[in-house]
């Protein structure tokens, strides 16, 4: 299989590919015969029976490769260790290959394995049933897992396999219960391989609004698209990565590089999906940050990146925004492709068990990436309740690790029963939490559309070579709604003003006001020495930004960037029903009896064309950068983007533009920046040339784009957006911690975050770099002021949360008896689909009964946390001690939005490091001209307290005094402090 070829990853895309689903799938098979021939390091049926290394004891057989230092508190290494020895014998007949061929250089590099740290164990997996909040769907799931057979059990707990069902992701039903199919479906941001729905705008653009309401009303129209079409669990929200990586490839999907921000966002938009019904999925669970290495295979290594991540650092950013989902309810967690200290995400204990089921008290079920569970028995073991798409370690080979192989290992008492309940108990009681058994909303049917074809008639597993029935797999039902209207308010507020000189924006349909216009035709009159004339206001719009390209779909999955960018790419995008490109918008928005406009939608426009561009008076440049999911890759961009520059020579065509426009001589127009982006892009190339007096960053708008710029640039809307992340002037000004690994640096390759807690503006606060545009920076057509800044203690500070409460509800008990074997068997004339997974066995021969060898420490419960107790985690955490309020007067000449954010400095304490400030709380509110509006701000104990690893709990710090600053942004000179 090619590295990094689409098709054989077997994500395959837009409408047109799907049409050729059959002739890709073809070749498709062809690629994983190829591959399987060409790997050497796991044989999924072998990997059951012969017992999951993964679970051993024996550290005696170290690979070579394992580490040299620890990073968390760890004795034992969870990676998989017969993978990792034929992984090491593979990787030295490589490097005998590569050394025969002179590869001199690649043996130094495989030699130098850096230090890492290793995962804990924590064992058992702790049942869900504690909460109060899902008490009643616990009881009613308790009695439907109670009369399920093995087999239904297994069939609820793993996928279908790919393309076995119309969804991405189908597990299999309980039929005798009353069980149905789960129709799983991307994505984040609106449902991915459907018609008529709605192109929502990306995570970060949502992010850059500041707007909590908004969060809510867009997950919450994601919701409704989502139930009419049939989707039972939607795919998102994303909330990692969280962007310790500016050039990330999917940072997009998520909500800016801040603990708190993501928090927010993505709770908010748990409780918008789940308002509606269906079942949220908080992911990628957790440190996936790059794209590069990100699963085995992908990158041509067999074995994924692993991000090293000390606790402190893993609790106070990555795992925080998580917690802030599962206190919202969230129904499951996806658990992501990459190692976490050096053990995969979805069969690291220590993740699943210890800090997701344990500390955070999450009450659903987790299911794996797409093919990120890498281990059977362990992977169960360690917490993972849903194995998706179901196939084992290759793409739709119908091999699972779980399925007939997760019967046999119950049956031989290699999965305890009371594991295996939890996790069909789970997976029911997110169903009954959701109020899914209502049959009048969830019909227990297909969804209504077929993410693998665009015609009415179909299969209904295409990735079956089996003969089957052609049925109606696409109805084409219309679920927009007014759905475009919530969309182009998130495009509007999250369009962030970055810059504007001498208030050239808003235009309105004549271009400038007649005053404006006036007195800038008598400054060009006055510079150039030629009479700027009385007549239309001549307009150039440049760059291939501005225009449809050949059409948002021209790309599966969005993975090339032409055209206007509404989206990134991968899993995350949708087709747009349509695009409203800027073009069209600013032709709308202009009276053509006042303006002439000139459009070059193109990055390379004829600048030598001096009598053009000599009498334009205003140019309008747009420029783009792009990243998407690492199975595609579109030109340098493979996944996560190599640089922060503006992709397609954008950094050119601006300073061009900003040199020709209005005179060969100097560039006397005045010239608008807009900016479509992934994140972060460097401007230094243009940024002070003095006639680019205003930029605009637009960020991902989906498909209300052209409108919402519009609203933004003629001041319908006032801008309100801020930065969910820092602009910086070199890529270097992010620390080193913030750079791709863009080359293995051995077989696993390794992440070391070294950084901690200083990402983003937390790197550039700590070191005192100042940054182009400081994170949370935004302006307005209007100015506030802030005043009266009051900080209320409500409660007495003290270190430590209340002790852990007893839980409020009992998990269900089942008996431990082990079923059967015959409750496993094939049906009678059961006639099974090919390569369709199913739970069964052919005969009860296949269960091997010696006894199994459980990871050390599995009989020895491990001491609940502290910092644990209910959904969320202690709910001591989740109290407001103190409140701080604050006065905004909107002191300029319109009204608009305002986004007051609040930052905390912790008092000083010994030996322990803490960042400059970090984000504790913000708000959006409108404030018309001349009025005053207070904000309140509730700081909980989990907003006041560090993670300290050596009490493993969320501590406060009792002496010495907080300082909270309110402001406009993290660095904002006209902020108030004040003290508690
Ligand atoms: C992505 C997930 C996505 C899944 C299903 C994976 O490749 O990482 O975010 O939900 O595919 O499409």
Redesign the pocket.
Known sequence: MAAHDPSA?G?LGGRSERDTYRRQQSSFEKNRDDDHDSESDLDATEFLTRRDPLTSTDNSRKPAFLPRRQGWSIRRPLVNRSRCCIAVLAFMLALWLLLGAGGAFVYKKFQEEPPYGLSPPWYPTPKGGIAATWADSYAKAAQMVSKMTLAEKVNVTTGTGWQMGLA??TNGPAVHVGFPQLQ?????LGI?FADNITAFPAGITVGATWNRQLMYARGKAHGIEAREKGVNVL??P?VGPLGRMPAGG?NW?GFGADPYLQGIAGAETTRGIQSEGVMA?I??FVA?EQEHF??PWEWGLPHAVSSNIDDRTLHELYAWPFADAVKAGVASV?C??NMVNNSYSCGNSKLLNGILKDELGFQGFVMS????QRGGVSTALAGLDMT??GDGVRWADGRSLWGPELSKAVLNGSVPMERINDMATRIVAAWYQLGQDDETRFPRQPPNFSSWSTERMGVLSPGSPSEQETVEVNQFINVQANHSIIARQVAAEGTVLLKNENEVLPLNSQGYTDAKLKSRRDILARVTGKAHGTGKLKIGVFGEDAGPGNGPNFCKDRDCNQGTLGSGW???AVDFPYLVTPIEALRAGFDANKVELHEYLTNTPPLDQQSVLESLELCIVFANADSG???AKWADVKGDRPNLDLQKSGDDLISKVSAKCGGSDGGYGDVIVIIHSVGPVLMEKWIDLPNIKAVLLANLPGEESGHALADVLFGATNPSGHLPYTIGKSLDDYGPGAKVMYTPNGVIPQQDFTEGLYIDYRYFDKRDIAPRYEFGFGLSYTSFEYTNLTVIGLKKKSALPAPRPDPAAEPPKYGSGIPPGEEVLFPEGFRPLEKYIYPYLETTDEIVSEAYHYPDGYFTPQPPSGAGGAEGGNPDLWEVYVKVAVDVKNVGGVDGAVVPQLYLSYPSKKGVDFPVRVLRGFDKVFVRKGETTTVEFGLTRRDLSYWDVVQQNWVMVAEGEYGFFVGDSSRDEGGLSGKW
Do not use: I
């Open positions: 990853e994500l991405v992701g799983l479906q991307d994505g984040p991915r795919l998102g994303c999917r999907e999925t992911k990628h996936n990100r699963q996806m992501s492709y990436d797409w093919l990120a998706m798409p991968g899993s995350g999911e690492g199975f």
